[in-house]
């Protein structure tokens, strides 16, 4: 996968925007991406040194629409944390 593949949107979530200030961003990555994909695909788009990266995996719910019964989506979020010497992710900084 490419960088551009791994990385699927940011996360603009309380929690998340709550924890720009310490260096720590959310995103939404491919499910089948591993840590170091992740950490990879971040540092050479944005251009910064992650530190550590942690990964939480959800299922998607069932939903209903009358008689009719779905599932939606399955997803996978990651918060990156980068080193203290590094630079902050540009678009984040508007959201503070």
């Not at 961003?25 to 990266?53: C, M, R, S, T």
């Amino acid at each position: 996968m490419i960088a551009h593949d791994v990385i699927i949107r940011p996360l603009v979530s309380e929690k998340s925007v709550s924890s720009i200030k310490a260096k720590k961003y959310g995103f939404v990555v491919h499910p089948d991406a591993d840590k170091l994909q992740i950490k990879n695909a971040v540092e050479e788009i944005f251009g910064v040194k992650v530190e550590k990266v942690a990964t939480i995996n959800y299922q998607g719910k069932v939903k209903r629409q009358g008689k009719h019964e779905g599932r939606q989506s399955a997803w996978k979020k990651a918060y990156i944390q980068l080193t203290k010497d590094s630079k902050p992710i540009e678009f984040f900084e508007s959201l503070q």
